[in-house]
């Protein structure tokens, strides 16, 4: 794993952070990035090198210290609540010479001593891989893959897939192979999705449930939000399908899910994987599609209740991968890859334990 490291110091300095960039491009494991340019937009280059970035150095000199320049680039990546590592290569710096934020964060007058403090640098850092992005909250790893929901291998024994239904389980968007539902059922069950509807009822028979008007003058019972309806290898598949209610629809309302569905929904289905022993799961976005929650909302939220499940639960799961719509290799993904890397940044630093 390469640490990538941003150097914040003062154009009078460049003679300093050109020998210090150097002893970081010779260690093993961190590149010094590019810095800003004057030429650029302050907030663009502000934004593309804290989605690039791992930690940032100060050179700490009574210049840099004077640098407004400088002093907007420590406190953008401080607002990131990404690492600042204070070097200071003038020795006539206190620390209570230092920004009041940081004056009791890490920093060393020693340049062997930077490098191995850029090395120690959280090992859980977002990184890219060849279909996506990961990272880790504890000990479970948690993937964003870009690509289709109906691609995904998930045949061995420890692993579930999970997919959106709404509180009915009555989906018509199972035909529909534009939404994650229809994608994967349609996919692998192509001729046999009555057989499919009728093992879903079948699993409900006997669950509570409650009558609502779902459209004008059509009753029908409502399994609530945050149902997990367990398929265990249907149709002498090697699947294990988890369907998981995270849309409502009512009479003049509509069809809709709530950021805080995206909760009850991940519990159920951490509830299914506990009860079968399963630690490895796929899953889409929840309440993206036809229940309008924003994606990148969407992303956030599944993070955060599966982070806190991880930190809560005596049951683990190790593996978590979710799939982000993209449509080709050349196509751009639902979510924008640098909110991506954004979302899994946040998680890891605010959820890990």
């Given at each position: 794993?390469?640490?990538?490291?941003?150097?914040?110091?003062?154009s009078?300095?460049?003679?300093?952070?050109s020998?210090?960039?150097t002893?970081?491009?010779?260690s093993d494991?961190?590149?010094?990035?590019l810095?800003?340019?004057?030429?650029?937009?302050?907030?663009?280059?502000l934004?593309?090198?804290?989605?690039?970035?791992?930690v940032?150095?100060?050179?700490?000199?009574?210049?840099?210290?004077?640098?407004?320049?400088?002093?907007a680039?420590?406190?953008?990546f401080?607002?990131?609540?990404?690492?600042?590592?204070?070097?200071?290569?003038d020795?006539?710096?206190?620390?209570?010479?230092?920004?009041?934020?940081?004056?009791n964060?890490?920093?060393?007058?020693?340049?062997?001593?930077?490098i191995?403090?850029?090395?120690?640098?959280?090992?859980h850092?977002?990184?890219?891989?060849?279909?996506?992005?990961?990272?880790?909250?504890?000990?479970?790893?948690?993937k964003?893959?870009?690509?289709?929901?109906?691609?995904?291998?998930?045949?061995?024994?420890?692993?579930?897939?999970?997919?959106?239904?709404?509180?009915?389980f009555?989906?018509?968007?199972?035909?529909?192979?534009?939404?994650?539902?229809?994608?994967?059922?349609?996919?692998?069950?192509?001729?046999?999705?009555?057989?499919?509807?009728?093992?879903?009822?079948?699993?409900?028979?006997?669950?509570?449930?409650k009558?609502?008007?779902?459209?004008?003058?059509n009753?029908?019972?409502?399994?609530?939000v945050?149902?997990?309806?367990?398929?265990?290898?249907?149709?002498?598949?090697?699947?294990?399908?988890?369907?998981?209610?995270?849309?409502?629809?009512?009479?003049?309302?509509?069809?809709?899910?709530?950021?805080s569905?995206?909760?009850?929904?991940?519990?159920?289905?951490?509830?299914?994987?506990?009860?079968?022993?399963?630690?490895?799961?796929?899953?889409?976005?929840?309440?993206?599609?036809?229940?309008?929650?924003?994606?990148?909302?969407?992303?956030?939220?599944?993070?955060?209740?599966?982070?806190?499940?991880?930190?809560?639960?005596?049951?683990?799961?190790?593996?978590?991968?979710?799939?982000?719509?993209?449509?080709?290799?050349n196509?751009?993904?639902?979510?924008?890859?640098?909110?991506?890397?954004r979302?899994?940044?946040?998680?890891?630093?605010?959820?890990?334990?």
């Amino acid at each position: 794993m390469t640490i990538r490291v941003f150097i914040s110091y003062s154009s009078e300095d460049e003679a300093l952070h050109s020998a210090l960039s150097t002893a970081i491009n010779q260690s093993d494991s961190a590149r010094h990035e590019l810095n800003l340019s004057l030429g650029k937009s302050l907030a663009d280059g502000l934004r593309s090198q804290i989605d690039e970035c791992d930690v940032c150095v100060f050179l700490a000199t009574r210049r840099s210290l004077k640098s407004p320049w400088c002093l907007a680039e420590l406190g953008a990546f401080w607002g990131a609540g990404k690492r600042v590592i204070i070097y200071l290569a003038d020795p006539s710096i206190k620390q209570t010479d230092l920004p009041p934020q940081f004056a009791n964060d890490l920093w060393t007058k020693d340049s062997k001593e930077l490098i191995k403090d850029i090395q120690r640098t959280d090992s859980h850092i977002v990184q890219r891989t060849s279909e996506g992005y990961c990272t880790s909250i504890g000990r479970m790893n948690i993937k964003v893959k870009m690509g289709r929901i109906e691609d995904v291998d998930c045949s061995d024994e420890s692993c579930m897939i999970a997919l959106p239904a709404n509180e009915y389980f009555d989906d018509a968007c199972i035909y529909d192979r534009k939404s994650s539902l229809g994608a994967f059922m349609q996919h692998h069950f192509e001729d046999h999705i009555e057989e499919i509807q009728s093992l879903v009822r079948s699993f409900l028979v006997n669950e509570p449930s409650k009558e609502f008007e779902k459209t004008p003058g059509n009753v029908a019972h409502s399994f609530g939000v945050g149902k997990c309806v367990f398929l265990d290898r249907p149709l002498s598949s090697c699947l294990r399908i988890g369907l998981t209610s995270i849309t409502t629809q009512r009479a003049d309302e509509g069809l809709r899910a709530e950021a805080s569905y995206i909760f009850a929904a991940s519990a159920s289905i951490q509830r299914a994987m506990c009860n079968h022993r399963l630690t490895r799961l796929y899953v889409p976005l929840l309440g993206s599609g036809n229940g309008g929650i924003k994606e990148e909302i969407s992303l956030v939220s599944m993070l955060i209740a599966f982070g806190e499940l991880h930190r809560n639960s005596a049951y683990k799961i190790k593996d978590l991968t979710i799939i982000v719509f993209k449509s080709g290799v050349n196509a751009e993904p639902s979510v924008p890859e640098n909110t991506i890397r954004r979302a899994l940044d946040f998680a890891r630093r605010h959820l890990g334990e």
